[in-house]
């Protein structure tokens, strides 16, 4: 039996410390702040509730399996609704679609929407994302990153790694599918799940068309923080203890340079065999632990982008809404420029979650989270060239949130008159509650054709170091966070 710490209580560390637990280990989840989830947050005022992170949940099998392997199956604990439609799309001329969780329906959708051929150029790219996935699926979402591991897999299915199309962007494989722009808009958007650019992510993320289409999207009544609750639950009741309030400060290592605990913000020292990091590569690298490789790994990559959150609180229904609702600007290119660049985009899309849900909202009244795409927090006094964006300066939430109010109203969702009142979540209140390095929700993008690589692994270099979540491999994402989890209890091993 090893003693194992865990630091952060996000989705990824209370898998790896339910995990790990079950086989038997003695583990200790360390969570600097008063509650547990990370980055799956919780709101709530007035009789509004608001998941402040992840809206939807995707490839359900991942938690069954996670939930399996930890002592009863997932239905136990939670409730999962799918939804149907996935979400729904408003483009810039007016047209509006369903993404219907049927294929044929929503093929036949595009087709009445954008016209005759939308859908069977949709079910090409679709056919093309199954095969990414099933590529990738065992040899690089399941198991440990190595060097030379995209090579192994072209040795073992040449047919494979041609799907994957090494070196071509996600940008550059819609333009061959998708005649209609609406339909490469919708592309795009796949990039941001892991806060990247299309025009520089690679390709190979058309995989994730798959995983939504082909497992459904998903919601947990009372909100996706049940899933974090409900994750905790399972480690604990294999005897791991949960440390609310309780910062680590460094990783602790012997002379020979193995781990051998953590440094707590109180000053006392907790003993470790093995430590689990659920917390940004940057942070570990750059505050909690030496190694210099570790960090020059980190820097080579290019920072995801942050989200900038509004959580509405409205009186009255709005008809036809669904659960999911995102409008995209007239130029959706501009909104990448700006944000990678560090500045305020004028234009951005717009990412409803209104759940019909009464944990969420008082009778007759509506929660909306509403998130646009948005540069980390970079205060421009702690980058050598001056320059940033920060977040904090008096008034810029505050104006940035009416602006996109405006920007609703001139979509078609003009809700300024029954507002109640609203709350700003900024990236620089995002890197305060959950350690992130500018508040970058997932770490490293997947900007370049090498940024799979620059991920760090889930066996740190440090002997006895391990990462979970986000900004580890295989990246971003409820899913991949748990498979992350999996990958790393199967490194340490059972008891």
């Known amino acids: 039996m090893a003693r194992v710490v865990v630091i952060g209580a996000g989705v990824g560390g209370l898998a ?16 600097q702040s008063s509650r547990i989830g990370g980055k799956l947050g919780w709101y709530e005022r007035d009789g509004y509730g608001f998941d402040t992170g992840p809206s939807l949940l995707t490839m359900p099998g991942v938690f069954e399996d996670l939930f399996a392997a930890t002592g009863g199956p997932l239905r136990a604990e939670l409730d999962l609704r799918r939804l149907d439609p996935i ?14 969780a049927d294929d044929d329906t929503f093929a036949a959708e595009l087709d009445e929407r954008l016209g005759a051929g939308a859908g069977s150029d949709w079910r090409r790219l679709a056919d093309r994302a199954a095969r990414v996935f099933d590529a990738a699926e065992g040899p690089f979402l399941s198991s440990p990153v190595r060097a030379g591991g995209l090579a192994r897999l072209a040795w073992a299915s040449p047919g494979d790694i041609a799907a994957v199309a090494p070196g071509r962007s996600l940008r550059g494989l819609g333009r061959s599918y998708l005649r209609d722009p609406r339909l490469r808009m919708m592309l795009d958007r796949y990039a941001t799940y892991s ?24 919601y947990v009544p009372g909100g996706l923080r ?14 791991a203890r949960v440390l609310l309030d309780t910062p680590v400060l460094r990783v602790t290592r012997t002379p020979g340079g193995r781990v051998d605990g953590v440094r707590l913000a109180d000053g006392s020292q907790l003993p470790a065999d093995i430590v689990v990091a659920n917390v940004d590569a940057a942070a570990l690298y750059g505050q909690l632990v030496d190694d210099r490789r570790g960090r020059r790994r980190v820097q080579r990559a290019t920072r995801s982008m942050s989200g900038f959150v509004l959580l509405l609180a409205l009186s009255g229904r709005t008809p036809g809404l669904g659960h999911h609702t995102v409008t995209f600007p007239a130029d959706y290119d501009g909104e990448f420029d700006a944000v990678f660049a560090g500045r305020l985009a004028d234009d951005p899309a717009v990412y409803l979650a209104v759940p019909a849900d009464p944990a969420c909202a008082p009778p007759d009244s509506e929660a909306w989270f509403v998130l646009v795409n948005a540069a980390p927090h970079a205060p421009a006094a702690g980058r050598p060239d001056g320059r940033g964006l920060d977040w904090d300066q008096p008034g810029l939430a505050d104006g940035y949130a009416r602006h996109i109010l405006d920007v609703l109203a001139a979509r078609g969702l003009d809700v300024r008159s029954r507002l ?7 990236p620089a209140d995002l890197a305060r509650r959950t350690g992130s390095v500018g508040g970058s929700i997932y770490g490293g993008s ?7 690589f620059l991920r760090p692994p889930n066996a740190a270099r440090v002997p006895g170091l391990f990462l979970v979540g986000g900004s580890a491999h295989p990246g ?17 091993g059972a008891a």
């Open 476 to 492: 971003g994402g409820l899913p991949l966070v748990v498979l992350s989890a999996g990958i790393v209890a199967g490194l340490v």
């Open 16 to 31: 790896a410390a339910a995990r790990l637990a079950a086989a038997g280990h003695d583990v200790t989840v360390c969570e």
């Open 420 to 426: 109640r009142w609203y709350k700003t979540i900024t």
């Open 195 to 218: 806060g990247s650019d299309p025009r520089r992510a690679p390709a190979a993320l058309v995989s994730v068309v798959h995983a939504e289409r082909r497992f459904g999207g998903w």
């Open 87 to 100: 979400a729904s799309y408003r483009f810039a001329d007016g047209t509006t679609l369903a993404a219907h």
């Open 226 to 239: 049940r899933l974090g609750e409900a994750i905790a639950r399972r480690a604990e009741d294999h005897g």
């Open 446 to 452: 997947s900007n370049g054709a090498r940024a799979a």
